[in-house]
């Protein structure tokens, strides 16, 4: 895969021993709850929920939903749209939400909004990264991996325009010449 045109943000390393802490933190908090069910929004979390899920202590299950949003490929401005719900009835369940990234935070409140009113015994979020100057909405994310400024990250799960999503470290993303996605620009599939 080409790598030029990504400078390395968190190493392999570092996101492992990050995982890790998550899963230790999140094992203990839910250590009494009997079981918790993990949530992933597609597509970016895959490879975060993968390791993170591999490193609970804890006993759960996973779903997944999808969600896009009809920005066209350069603004936030479009609604957020569920493209494929949950097959899990969550109501009386332990839910956790797992997101690749929190930018706007408008794609975790919208499946928040949806979420609710199922009445699960508990709704909590977890992103691995988070966009502190970018959130528009008074958002609370439980499990934060790292805050990163505005820039565009690719890789352990996030993409830009559909590529790098499978590097295993995580790197800024700028073309030659390029300063890079504007802020604020985002593919229309998530
Ligand atoms: P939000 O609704 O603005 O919080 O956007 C969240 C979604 O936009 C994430 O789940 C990602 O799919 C995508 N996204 C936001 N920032 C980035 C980035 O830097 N790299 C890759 N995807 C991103
Ligand atoms: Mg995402």
Redesign the pocket.
């Known amino acids: 895969m080409t790598r030029e045109k990504t400078e390395i943000l968190f190493s392999e390393e570092s996101i492992r021993k990050r995982v890790g802490e998550l899963a230790r933190q999140i094992s203990s908090d839910y250590r009494d709850c009997g079981e918790l069910l993990l949530v992933g929004?597609l597509r970016?979390c895959y490879i975060f929920l993968a390791d993170l899920s591999r490193r609970l202590s804890i006993p759960g299950g996973i779903d997944f939903v999808a969600l896009s949003?009809y920005d066209r490929g350069t603004t936030?401005t479009g609604p957020?749209r569920l493209v494929m719900d949950l097959r899990t009835e969550i109501a009386g369940k332990h839910v956790l939400i797992v997101?690749?990234?929190?930018?706007?935070?408008?794609?975790?409140d919208y499946l928040l909004s949806i979420l609710r009113p199922r009445n699960p015994a508990s709704l909590r979020t977890c992103a691995f990264l988070r966009?502190p100057s970018?959130l528009s909405k008074d958002l609370k994310v439980d499990y934060v991996g790292f805050d990163i400024p505005d820039?565009?990250?690719?890789g352990y799960g996030?993409?830009?325009m559909g590529r790098y999503r499978s590097l295993s470290d995580i790197g800024i993303i700028r073309a030659e010449g390029d300063p890079g996605p504007a802020a604020g620009a985002?593919?229309a599939v998530?």
């Open positions: 929004v970016g949003a936030a957020v997101e690749d990234i929190v930018d706007t935070g408008r794609t975790l966009k970018r820039v565009w990250v690719v996030l993409d830009y985002r593919p998530r």
